[in-house]
């Protein structure tokens, strides 16, 4: 970089920024943000940069989105999901998304309501005896079955959902905290934590292999719906067919177990929280979905109960469940200003970027109406809790109908409510979650 951006005080010799990032990259992320639109940071002894503002995200993730690649964050999560979709680049890239993306349209997204319906009911009924429960497992648990029965026509056993449930976190947090560090420097040290990430990879991975072997040799009936697996596996395509072998499958399968169990739980369990502390809200989308039957009901009426799509909105401009990422240059690139040779990183953190007072009132407060009074103030680029441009979530309108499903379903049974004086910080395990969230139920009387 000829004229660089400002740097962000506070960089220690050899590591850079790296420690401050690995113990609190929330807190470092947001008081980074306020350096600078586009500012320098130090991953050890390496320049990166971190973007704060939307319309240079924008820029990074739709206008100029030729010009980078997905980066070193992404990198470090090749152990784990190899070539998947998540990670794949370019042409490839671009194949296996058109190859899944009717799997991710309203009419395919019809076909999962029943299963996204039935899981949320069943969760539901399990509370009906406990007054108080632990929300944030309970909304992985039902994320992950739902998001493997849909796609890949697997029911997984409670064993199989516990050991994701344990090691997940495990090895996302391990990719996160990889990505802010110098390559190689203590990744092969064999720490504690070291250890426990490579050994949850090599059991995630195992028992997606398992679970793949059951469901390729498993006999599907005549008229089942086609799921991911088919699509994949029996294309038109020769040559995708060719690539989409059993080892590309398991990347895949790995793919959406990652994006479909970490990602969701928070949002329901960010809306649920939210929901709680402004009882009024609450009552008022109890009133909106009194009359609605999730189990027979189609995308289109989802997102035609506006307070809940604006609950569930502010909660993930608040709480974005992805809430940083990064990208690097391919070519010399101006952004913001400034020409980025090719191998800059660039961070961002989308936790910051929307909470932006210059774009939006009392950015810090829930106030879901805005969505309904203001929405057409605030510019799309400043709401991008899925992303944008050819890398934008596949999974978004499949997320958005589970989420509305599973709170719909949660509001019809109980009230909810929390202790007295509990606060809830966000902690950044890899998704953005509520560390511990007991919420008090009461069973509201049969409807
Ligand atoms: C609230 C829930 C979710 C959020 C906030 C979320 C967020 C995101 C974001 C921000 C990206 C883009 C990453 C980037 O730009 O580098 C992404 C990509 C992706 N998401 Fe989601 N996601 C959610 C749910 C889901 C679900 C339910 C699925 C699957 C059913 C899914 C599957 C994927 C996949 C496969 C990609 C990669 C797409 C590509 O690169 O072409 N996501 N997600």
């Not at 793919?255 to 008022?284: D, N, V």
Request: hydrophobic residues 40%.
């Amino acid at each position: 970089m000829a004229v660089k951006p400002p740097l962000v005080p506070h960089a220690k010799p050899i590591v850079g920024h790296a420690l401050d990032i690995w113990r609190d990259p929330l807190k470092f992320f947001n008081s980074a943000a306020r350096v600078a639109p586009l500012s320098r940071i130090k991953i050890g002894w390496k320049d990166a940069c971190l973007v704060s503002n939307h319309e240079l995200l924008y820029q990074i993730l739709v206008t100029d989105a030729k010009k980078y690649d997905k980066g070193i964050q992404y990198e470090r999560a090749r152990s784990m999901l190899g070539n998947g979709v998540l990670l794949a680049e370019g042409d490839f890239h671009l194949r296996q998304r058109r190859l899944m993306q009717p799997m991710f349209n309203k009419p395919s997204i019809n076909d999962y309501i029943d299963a996204m319906h039935t899981y949320s009911t069943a969760m539901v009924d399990s509370w009906a005896d406990r007054d108080v429960v632990e929300l944030y497992p309970e909304f992985y648990r039902l994320a992950t079955r739902v998001v493997i029965d849909t796609l890949f026509s697997t029911k997984m056993s409670d064993r199989d959902v516990e050991l994701v449930r344990e090691k997940m976190p495990i090895v996302i947090s391990g990719i996160e905290k990889r990505g802010a560090l110098p390559p190689r420097l203590f990744d092969t040290i064999p720490t504690p934590e070291n250890r426990a990430f490579y050994s949850a990879i090599s059991d995630l991975r195992a028992l997606g292999d398992r679970l793949v072997t059951e469901r390729l040799d498993m006999e599907r009936e005549h008229d089942a719906r086609a799921d991911l697996m088919d699509v994949l596996t029996r294309t038109d395509d020769e040559v995708a067919r060719r690539d989409n072998d059993r080892a590309q499958i398991l990347n895949e399968f790995l793919t959406f177990l990652t994006a479909g169990s970490e990602t969701t739980p928070s949002a329901i369990a960010w809306s649920c929280y939210l929901l709680a502390r402004h009882p009024q809200i609450q009552e008022e989308v109890r009133a909106e979905v009194a009359d609605f039957d999730p189990g027979t009901n189609t995308v289109a009426a989802v997102q035609g109960l506006p307070l809940l799509q604006a609950v569930v909105r502010e909660a993930l401009r608040l709480y974005p469940p992805v809430w940083a990422l990064g990208r690097r240059t391919l070519q010399t690139t101006t952004l913001g200003g400034y020409e980025l040779p090719p191998g800059t990183q660039v961070f961002y953190s989308v936790y910051a970027i929307q909470r932006d007072e210059s774009v939006y009132d009392e950015p810090d407060e829930f106030r879901p109406h805005r969505w309904i009074d203001d929405a057409k103030k605030y510019p799309r680029t400043a709401f991008l809790p899925f992303g944008a441009g050819i890398r934008n979530c596949i999974g978004e309108h499949f997320a958005w109908v589970e989420i509305s499903i599973a709170i719909v379903n949660i509001l019809k049974r109980y009230e909810l409510s929390l202790q007295p004086g509990q606060q809830v910080p966000p902690a950044a395990m890899g998704a953005l979650v509520p560390g511990n969230l007991p919420m008090r139920l009461r069973r509201m009387v049969s409807r």
